[in-house]
């Protein structure tokens, strides 16, 4: 998987765990900028210091994408 050019910007939701944080850190490894969101402000914010630390970018979203009122 390579980046587009310098300005790709992969947006990927659910990075809290599991695929949705693999799919994270790969795709900024790939030279993406990355905008992750995640119910879990902590792990969100875990995965994008990870990123930065290792020299990539990524925007951090605490975000609920469940329809309003719908409950697992």
Do not use: C, S
Request: no cysteine; charged share 20%; glycine share 14%.
């Amino acid at each position: 998987m390579a980046a587009m050019d310098k300005a790709a910007v992969a947006v990927i939701a659910g990075v809290g765990e599991g695929l949705g944080f693999a799919l994270g850190k790969r795709f900024a490894q790939a030279g993406f900028n990355v905008a992750l969101t995640a119910r879990n402000a902590e792990r969100l914010a875990r995965l994008a210091g990870e990123i930065q630390k290792a020299g990539g970018k990524a925007f951090a979203a605490p975000t609920e994408l469940r329809p309003f009122g719908e409950k697992f």
